[in-house]
């Protein structure tokens, strides 16, 4: 509060009685706002009224005190404590307030922690440290907090010797984070948030209806919030077989509308009447694509406004026929979904299409893969060029279902075209990117497409891995190379040459990652051993699993081989082996089995027992356990043995992997780089299995 105009000339007539009276008037009652007090106080000593100013400040303080006002207490020392006191007092005063004001908290512990009990005469170090324990003291046990990149938890232990908290995060167990991150990577939830009652009272949330729900997640979240991170917020509250129903229900709340500025977000305002303008507002100032979604979502929620919103879209289409037929095209089949009948029909799609001399345009419009679907429909309603359409569109297209459509027309009437389609694909995959993973995807089940194109798709799915213009497809294009995708079952249609080149193209692919290719290179030498280089290094395991590889084996060769072996007399009975799909599935199991064998029986005689009993732990080895500890503190414990007992998950790693090479041969209390991180080693002992 600024010092009134009344109070500063007050000051200059040098009227202090009145001064006084005043001031004591606004102590009763204990007041909240201090900003009054503050400038009067500072004004007094200003004018030489240096004495009053403390006698008066005692008397305010007297009042806090008495209402055990504490935080305003602390805010009137921040501000004005060294007018009241001396600096040494000013510390001691401090101390005393945040003991009334944490008398319920480890107060003791946190005073020591920041050291707010040592340096006091320096106020501005002792304030720093008041707001490092403000930060701590709000993280009590059993507090529920927000962790950054983790979810909700709730503190289950404040340790001061390792100046740390242990919170036990919903899904993922104990986190540990030290007392100078909290302040960044914690939020302390009030208990009637929503994610403090998902954790306190779960079944308080269960009883509430959908729109309740949403209502009460997006007020207390305060921001326009995404259906995923709805989903997020209230998981386990909501079943997640039951979200889809449960989020049509929730969004048909009226004061639950979409935000203006975050696309596909949501938000509560606070009455119906404040709905409706909100949602016109946010409409008039969009784009047209975010029109059409208000006109989708808010369709069932004011037939008024749904009205008023389908007129402004029509007018829209019909001025957009030209320039967007895309838009027009959409606009169209918006309105007739939402019951907005359009006022004349001379802009109805059919009409589009039949008059346009090039379809692409209309298609490159279409967002949707429903409105492209629905364009292709009338295409072969009312084009005699359906199929030139349908090649063209072939290297646009990104929706698979949508290319299997148009490849299965062309295949069946315009077979030469559609071929020559395919070679201008591989040719230049960035130029028709969905096509092109497409084409990749049916290889792996499409006999004929694998074994005319084997060799050449192989090298290309490698190179496009990295291909920025394919950055949008590099999931599905790690997919084609893993475990069961097109790569692996490209290798029976290669010759030994061809298996040697697709060899070297896998060694210099460098946008796939390095497991990927490490299981991709096995495939290829299971499939062709020749090109595997001859290798004698031991492999060191634990006797159980040493046990178990031999069980596999023997399983392997006296069960599943000649259950494979039967299955295949089985299928040759069947008749013509040349479009017998049983029969060539189970060589393809028999390859398989035989191969994976052999790769087993190569590991069991280079396979050497492992006993951590009898590890020497002063370094870091194969069979030791070895304590990690970071800048945050947190610690970590790894436990090295050999590839077949890899689980990180369980922080076993594999003597094999890049972190154990970096952890082999070192000692307690060096240092290590993993992950861009450092860590010290803490310990290093053997392993008590």
Not at 5 to 10: E, G, Y
Not at 390 to 403: G, I, K, V, Y
Not at 427 to 438: C, D, L
């Amino acid at each position: 509060m600024v010092l009134s105009r009344n109070t500063r000339q007050l000051i200059e007539k040098q009227d202090f009685d009145a001064v006084e009276s005043e001031w004591l008037e606004k102590i009763d009652p204990a007041p909240k706002d201090i900003g009054y007090f503050v400038s009067a106080a500072r004004a007094l000593v200003g004018a030489g009224q240096t004495e009053l100013a403390k006698m008066l400040l005692d008397l305010l303080d007297e009042q806090l005190c008495d209402t055990a006002s504490w935080e305003v207490r602390l805010r009137l020392l921040k501000r004005a404590g060294t007018i009241q006191h001396p600096t040494a007092k000013v510390h001691a005063t401090i101390l005393e307030t945040l003991r009334s004001l944490y008398r319920e908290s480890d107060i003791e512990q946190l005073i020591e922690t920041v050291a707010l009990d040592r340096g006091t005469n320096e106020l501005d170090k002792t304030w720093d440290k008041v707001g490092r324990l403000q930060s701590l003291v709000r993280f009590g046990k059993g507090v529920v907090v927000y962790m950054v990149g983790k979810g909700v938890g709730r503190v289950e232990e404040v340790n001061h010797a390792l100046e740390s908290f242990k919170i036990n995060v919903e899904g993922k167990g104990a986190v540990r984070v030290g007392f100078r991150a909290a302040g960044k990577m914690l939020e302390a939830l009030p208990e009637e948030h929503i994610l403090a009652r998902k954790v306190n009272d779960p079944e308080s949330l269960a009883s509430l209806g959908p729109t309740d729900l949403l209502g009460q997640t997006l007020r207390d979240f305060d921001r326009p919030m995404t259906a995923t991170e709805v989903r997020d917020a209230l998981h386990g509250v909501v079943a997640t077989a039951k979200w889809n129903s449960w989020w049509t229900a929730a969004r048909k709340h009226p004061q639950i509308v979409a935000s203006p500025t975050v696309r596909h977000a949501y938000r509560w305002v606070e009455s119906s009447e404040d709905a409706r303008g909100a949602i016109w507002r946010t409409f008039e100032n969009s784009t047209p694509q975010v029109k059409l979604d208000l006109l989708r979502r808010s369709s069932s929620h004011d037939a008024k406004l749904r009205e008023r919103m389908g007129r402004a879209l029509e007018r829209l289409a019909r001025d957009s026929r030209s320039s967007d037929p895309g838009l027009a095209f959409e606009i169209w089949y918006a309105m007739e979904k939402t019951g907005v009948e359009p006022e004349k029909d001379d802009w109805h799609p059919r009409l589009q299409i039949e008059s346009m001399t090039d379809p692409l345009r209309l298609l490159s419009g279409l967002d949707g893969k429903a409105s492209r679907e629905r364009a292709y429909d009338l295409f072969c309603e009312v084009r005699s060029d359906t199929l030139d359409i349908f090649n063209r569109a072939l290297m646009s297209e990104t929706d698979p279902r949508l290319l299997s459509r148009l490849a299965g027309v062309l295949k069946k009437d315009a077979a030469e075209d559609y071929r020559r389609s395919v070679g201008r694909c591989l040719a230049q995959p960035g130029r028709a990117g969905g096509f092109f993973v497409w084409l990749a995807e049916q290889a792996a089940s499409d006999e004929a497409l694998a074994e005319r194109l084997a060799a050449r798709l192989f090298k290309k799915v490698l190179a496009a891995v990295s291909n920025e213009e394919l950055s949008r497809y590099r999931s599905r294009m790690l997919k084609l190379c893993d475990s069961g995708g097109t790569l692996p079952r490209l290798l029976p249609y290669l010759s030994s040459e061809q298996a040697a080149d697709a060899e070297q193209a896998l060694l210099r692919a460098a946008g796939l990652p390095r497991d990927l290719k490490e299981r991709l290179l096995n495939a290829i030498h299971m499939k062709f051993p020749e090109l595997r280089e001859p290798t004698e290094s031991p492999l060191y395991a634990l006797e159980s699993s040493i046990r178990n590889k031999r069980e596999e084996l023997r399983r392997i060769l006296e069960e599943e081989i000649p259950k494979n072996r039967r299955a295949i007399e089985e299928a040759r009975a069947m008749g013509d082996l040349r479009e017998n799909f049983e029969y060539k599935s189970a060589r393809q199991r028999h390859e398989y089995l035989t191969a994976l064998a052999t790769e087993l029986d190569q590991d069991l005689s280079r396979s050497f027992p492992l006993d951590p009993s009898t590890i020497d732990a002063s370094e870091i080895r194969i069979g030791t356990q070895v304590e990690l500890v970071g800048d945050d503190n947190v610690e970590k414990r790894l436990r090295i043995l050999g590839p077949w007992e890899s689980a990180p998950e369980d922080d076993i790693v594999s003597y094999e992997s890049d972190v154990a090479k970096v952890l082999l041969g070192k000692r307690e209390g060096d240092e290590v780089v993993i992950n861009n991180k450092t860590l010290r080693i803490s310990s290093v002992s053997g392993i008590d299995l």
